[in-house]
């Protein structure tokens, strides 16, 4: 029977949750405010950790971005020693940080899904008697084939 989760999608999930209590609880640099560790993805040999973050108070400034990641780069032999001494792993996987722009992307798309609804409400209430008629001429079309049939 084949294993439902490999050792390294575990150790991925373990470590995503510990980052994320390290970085709330003990990492106080303060160009890294409110960080989220989105996902974890763990080689096949434990050798190698991306960690993927989220900011939610830069507002889609670059800078504050490249530098916060920067700043946790620098720190990843911290990471990786509380790692080492929380979930006791014979070999600590070698963390790198990269920022996740999926909440960023998802954000913007909402908007613009957001917006033509808007948009299309607008536009069905300057066009929807037009519309309503050809709804019910079409209603009535298919009445009248079915009653021939």
């Known amino acids: 029977m084949a294993k439902e989760f490999s050792r390294a999608d575990r150790v991925a999930q373990q470590m995503k949750r510990e980052i994320a209590v390290l970085l709330q609880r003990e990492f106080k640099d303060p160009r890294v405010k409110m960080a989220t560790v989105s996902d974890v993805r763990v080689s096949g040999d434990l050798s190698y950790a ?3 973050v989220t900011f939610l108070n830069f507002n889609n400034d670059e800078a504050e971005v490249k530098e916060a990641i920067k700043v946790l780069n620098r720190a990843k032999g911290f990471f990786r020693g509380q790692i080492g001494h929380l979930m006791k792993l014979r070999i ?12 960023d992307t998802g ?4 908007s613009l ?16 008697t037009e519309a309503e ?10 009445q009248n084939l079915e009653e021939e049939d």
């Open 133 to 142: 008629e050809n709804a019910a001429e079409a209603a009535e079309n298919e």
């Open 107 to 110: 954000m913007r798309l909402s």
């Open 50 to 52: 991306k960690v993927y």
């Open 113 to 128: 899904i957001t917006s033509t609804i808007a948009h299309d409400k607008a536009l069905s209430r300057e066009f929807g």
């Open 92 to 103: 600590v996987p070698d963390i790198s940080f990269y920022y996740d722009k999926s909440l």
